[in-house]
């Protein structure tokens, strides 16, 4: 790029412009998620943090139905904060601008004044002032996300969604911005609906092209960025047509903390025949019916097991218990796309497999998302990363069920019993499931154990299929290795920048010490002179001292002697000469 003024510039500089513009909106997302996270540190005198106050401002509006745009709108209402308390909510109606509608944009740039009525009158404010709007086609909502939403969401004790939930919906609201963008600026600058913080934001990026940006990533190489295109892949007839009843099964244990979010995300998928029981499998700490009171939410049932059982019985429970057509069992602690249902779904009609999955999006302690083909030597191998799984009804019943006895590696045997009756299932290349890694997971415990119950359980299949299961674990192990490797050479890369860093600084304080060493020297030195100048001060101070003791003693004697005494009437004489002489 080589303009200094606008009207110098080329196409070929402009598309340049254009092309880092869009590399920089695909971070938009990661940004947003930044930004509320600095929530979590402000607090200006409220019960709840900033983004404690998000997160029950969204989840109210998520439980009362609202749109996926207003719900991410009403988490990021506050963002501007970080940045300016008095004009916050400006600041977040332009961020959000791009991406959402009109109304939405509107609702979040006055927030402040609808919330006015309850703290105006305080400060000499008029509390009707959003009476100003009436005629407004965004006012009603705007009561309402004020009224039902943000003025009731400073409660320490409200069971909200956590932020992980949101994550989906912010990447997609913030992928791309709309197309009729500017020219909705155009709209409201000729209305003269617009501020000067519009202003702004339009001169900083009205060079982009809406065409030209939120381009998503390949799935295949992600690692710690998400694929933002979770749009259906099927033909909108075939999506209108999905008949069927699904049943959403949940096992549960003495995790309270997942339950609720993983509750929601059940409910929010986009195919309304849906069953949602939740398998309580003798919690005693946290029964699933308190969590679920205390999160408002509701359930099609509740199943109480009257002693943990471990999971396959919870999961053999609840399915038992079911009415679907369809199975999808679900961990408590793990998460759904709201399109699951729809897309799994929607890949069984008119076909013979028994179920379908999704990509794995791992989340928690690590990020990444995995795509293992689900085969019979990948889960012999412990290589299929397993995700939740919609299959038909009869995939169940043609293997009775999960194995009670198979305490850890349940999922992953009830998939080989099922492939082994002649089951077969297929892949959708989306990360519609959720995997949370935690210090509770399973995943981070000890695979040894599900690994030798696997090897009891399937001698027969391990014999015939050994080489290749070798080899699937030889080359599991070897790409261990190369990632060993790559985090080893990244360890010892680190490892020397620090050693750099730590003689570097062992140089500095060797020079700090010399200069400090120089300094007590000259301190020394100095100290030194002053005491010697001391000394003399209080010898000449001794000696004057004792001169003016010799002087004063010759003073007195002489007053004392005869010689005074006799010559006292002459001094007398020459005095009053002396006045005399002036007068």
Request: glycine content about 4%; overall charge negative; proline content about 3%.
């Amino acid at each position: 790029m080589v303009f200094t003024r606008m009207d110098q510039g080329t196409r070929a500089d402009w598309d340049e412009i254009c092309r880092r513009g869009g590399e920089r909106q695909a971070e938009m997302p990661a940004r947003i998620i930044k930004i509320l996270r600095e929530l979590a540190e402000l607090n200006e005198g409220h019960s709840v943090t900033g983004l404690q106050h998000g997160l029950q401002t969204a989840t109210r509006a998520m439980q009362d139905g609202a749109s996926e745009e207003l719900i991410v709108a009403s988490l990021c209402h506050d963002i501007g904060t970080v940045f300016s308390t008095e004009n916050h909510a400006a600041i977040a109606a332009e961020i959000i601008r791009p991406y959402v509608s009109n109304e939405t944009y509107e609702l979040i740039l006055h927030h402040q004044i609808f919330q006015g009525k309850y703290y105006f009158k305080f400060f000499g404010r008029n509390p009707d002032l959003r009476e100003t709007y009436i005629d407004k086609s965004w006012y009603q909502l705007a009561c309402k996300f004020s009224d039902d939403w943000d003025s009731m969401a400073f409660d320490p004790s409200y069971a909200s969604a956590l932020l992980e939930e949101f994550i989906p919906m912010i990447e997609r609201v913030f992928a791309t911005p709309r197309a009729d963008y500017y020219d909705s600026l155009a709209d409201s600058f000729s209305s003269n609906l617009s501020n000067v913080a519009s202003a702004n934001l339009v001169s900083s990026t009205g060079a982009f092209s809406p065409v030209s940006l939120g381009a998503s990533p390949d799935v295949s190489s992600i690692l710690t960025q998400y694929d933002k295109d979770v749009s259906s892949a099927f033909a909108p007839e075939l999506i209108a047509n999905l008949s069927g009843k699904v049943s959403i099964v949940i096992p549960y244990f003495e995790q309270p903390e997942y339950l609720a979010t993983t509750i929601r995300t059940a409910k929010q998928q986009n195919y309304s025949q849906i069953e949602i029981i939740v398998v309580d499998d003798g919690s005693v700490e946290a029964p699933a019916e308190g969590v679920l009171q205390k999160a408002g939410l509701e359930v099609d049932k509740i199943i109480r097991l009257e002693k943990n059982s471990g999971i396959a019985s919870a999961r053999n429970s609840g399915i038992q218990n079911s009415s679907g057509e369809f199975i999808v069992t679900l961990d408590s602690d793990d998460l759904l796309e709201p399109n699951f249902v729809q897309e799994t779904l929607a890949a069984l009609q008119n076909t013979e497999y028994g179920g379908a999955y999704t990509q794995i999006r791992h989340f928690g302690t690590y990020d990444s998302v995995l795509s293992q083909e689900l085969t019979l030597v990948n889960l012999l191998s412990r290589q299929a990363g397993l995700a939740t799984v919609l299959y038909r009804r009869d995939v169940f019943d043609s293997v009775n069920g999960y194995r009670a006895d198979v305490r850890f590696g349940g999922d992953t045997q009830f998939l080989i019993d099922a492939l082994v009756k002649g089951w077969k299932f297929c892949r959708i290349e989306k990360p519609l499931y959720w995997y949370r890694h935690h210090d509770k997971s399973h995943s981070l415990q000890s695979m040894k154990q599900p690994m030798l119950t696997s090897l009891e359980l399937n001698k027969a299949l391990y014999q015939e299929h050994f080489s290749e299961v070798l080899l699937k674990v030889e080359e599991k192990f070897l790409n261990t290795l190369q990632e060993y490797r790559a985090v080893l050479l990244s360890h010892n890369s680190l490892a020397q920048k620090i050693r750099d860093e730590r003689a570097a600084m062992e140089y500095q304080k060797e020079s700090l010490v010399d200069e400090l060493a120089s300094l007590r020297i000259q301190l020394q030195s100095s100290q030194d002179e002053a005491e010697k100048m001391n000394t003399q001060l209080n010898g000449e101070l001794l000696r004057l001292e004792a001169e003016k003791q010799k002087l004063q003693k010759q003073l007195s004697d002489v007053l004392k002697s005869r010689s005074w005494k006799l010559t006292e009437p002459l001094r007398r004489l020459r005095k009053f000469g002396s006045q005399s002489s002036l007068s």
